[in-house]
């Protein structure tokens, strides 16, 4: 038995493979040949869709408990009335990406639901590892809440929204925001969420498929984690499948792709959230590897996909 791609995004695919198959992939540990290869494709996936002309942006600088200060992008849909509002964690392995390089998706977003966004330039590992980067987006959310009167912001309905690493970041948020009785998250929404720093045995009926690898996690939690990754001392504000008890968290939308690296981490915290009681929507896409949305955007199942998204943030 074997798996086997979705023919429109193994047409939108085979370009891209060729190239990358012509490239010596990063060796285990390569952060920067990691950043040299992915941020290019970040930023042209970004700019293959038309970017709405009805949101508006602006940048606004968040300071934090350590003293730094970041960048975080307010998206807001021209006309839309007051009321829900999410924190964008962009994805890429918690070592690269920037909010620019998502700029095309979160707007579409915004545009498509009318719900303003707020995207958040954490700071990456290995330079900042945990918990840096989650702290910095424990501070995000708390000045979403204490601005929310002045943006138009109900702060009642705040959700989290993650793509890959920034995934993991809103699952790792919603914990460490029940830990410390924060501020409310009324919903996550977590896309092919990185979460699970053990998940190292390949799978060899979806690794010809894998766009990040296993070598890629290899390389990516040790950044953030150090020499804990893989141990008995990992928190699960820094990977969230270690999460012992799941009651209390918000509700949860979940999806992850079968060819995807992460889709049985995802599977699992799918049920371990339901099990606890989380009400949750779970969405597994056959046929389709990591980031299949950004790969073949007009594919059918990506238009499925984003519809789906765009409904769970239509819900906050």
Same mark, same amino acid.
């Given at each position: 038995?074997?798996?086997g791609?979705d *023919?429109?995004?193994?047409?939108?695919?085979? *370009?891209? /493979?060729?190239?990358m198959?012509?490239?010596?992939?990063?060796?285990?540990?390569?952060?920067?040949?990691?950043r040299?290869?992915w941020?290019p494709?970040?930023?042209?996936?970004?700019?293959?869709? $038309?970017?709405?002309?009805d949101?508006?942006?602006?940048?606004?600088?968040?300071?934090?408990?350590?003293?730094?200060?970041?960048?975080a992008?307010w998206? %807001?849909?021209?006309?839309?009335p007051?009321?829900?509002?999410?924190? &964008? &964690?962009?994805?890429?392995?918690y070592?690269? /990406?920037?909010?620019?390089?998502?700029?095309?998706?979160?707007?579409?977003?915004?545009?498509?639901?009318g719900?303003?966004?707020?995207?958040?330039?954490?700071?990456?590992? $290995?330079?900042?590892?945990? $918990?840096?980067p989650?702290?910095?987006?424990?501070?995000?959310?708390?000045?979403?809440h204490?601005?929310?009167?002045?943006l /138009? %912001?109900?702060?009642?309905?705040?959700?989290?929204m993650?793509?890959?690493?920034?995934?993991g970041?809103?699952?790792?948020?919603?914990?460490?925001?029940?830990?410390?009785g924060? *501020?409310?998250?009324?919903?996550?929404?977590?896309?092919?969420p990185?979460?699970?720093?053990?998940?190292?045995?390949?799978?060899?009926?979806?690794? $010809?498929?894998?766009?990040?690898?296993?070598?890629?996690?290899?390389?990516?939690?040790?950044a953030?984690?150090?020499?804990?990754a /893989?141990?008995?001392?990992?928190?699960a504000t820094?990977a969230?499948?270690?999460?012992?008890?799941a009651a209390?968290?918000?509700?949860?939308?979940?999806e992850?792709?079968?060819?995807?690296?992460?889709?049985?981490?995802?599977?699992?915290?799918?049920?371990k959230?339901?099990?606890a009681?989380?009400? %949750?929507? &779970?969405?597994?896409? *056959?046929g389709?590897?990591?980031? &299949?949305?950004s790969?073949a955007?007009?594919?059918? %199942?990506?238009?499925?996909?984003?519809?789906?998204?765009?409904?769970?943030?239509?819900?906050?």
């Amino acid at each position: 038995m074997s798996f086997g791609l979705d *023919p429109e995004v193994a047409a939108a695919l085979a *370009p891209m /493979g060729e190239a990358m198959a012509a490239a010596t992939p990063p060796a285990v540990g390569d952060v920067a040949g990691r950043r040299a290869l992915w941020e290019p494709i970040l930023a042209a996936a970004s700019a293959a869709l $038309p970017i709405p002309a009805d949101v508006t942006t602006r940048d606004v600088e968040i300071p934090t408990d350590d003293g730094a200060t970041i960048t975080a992008r307010w998206y %807001v849909k021209d006309g839309a009335p007051a009321g829900p509002a999410a924190l &964008f &964690f962009h994805g890429g392995g918690y070592i690269f /990406g920037h909010i620019d390089q998502f700029d095309g998706p979160v707007s579409r977003y915004a545009s498509a639901s009318g719900v303003s966004m707020l995207s958040v330039e954490y700071r990456r590992a $290995p330079e900042h590892p945990h $918990p840096t980067p989650l702290e910095d987006a424990y501070a995000a959310l708390r000045w979403l809440h204490d601005h929310s009167a002045e943006l /138009g %912001v109900d702060p009642e309905r705040i959700g989290v929204m993650g793509d890959s690493a920034g995934g993991g970041m809103a699952a790792a948020l919603t914990i460490l925001t029940r830990e410390r009785g924060g *501020p409310r998250i009324a919903r996550q929404i977590l896309l092919m969420p990185m979460l699970d720093d053990r998940t190292a045995t390949p799978d060899p009926l979806i690794e $010809p498929f894998l766009i990040w690898s296993y070598d890629d996690s290899r390389t990516a939690w040790p950044a953030l984690l150090g020499e804990a990754a /893989g141990g008995d001392q990992v928190p699960a504000t820094a990977a969230p499948a270690r999460l012992a008890d799941a009651a209390g968290l918000p509700p949860a939308y979940i999806e992850v792709g079968q060819l995807d690296v992460f889709r049985d981490e995802d599977t699992a915290y799918a049920t371990k959230l339901s099990r606890a009681g989380v009400e %949750v929507e &779970f969405h597994l896409h *056959p046929g389709v590897p990591h980031e &299949f949305d950004s790969i073949a955007p007009h594919s059918d %199942v990506a238009r499925r996909a984003v519809a789906d998204r765009v409904r769970a943030l239509s819900s906050l």
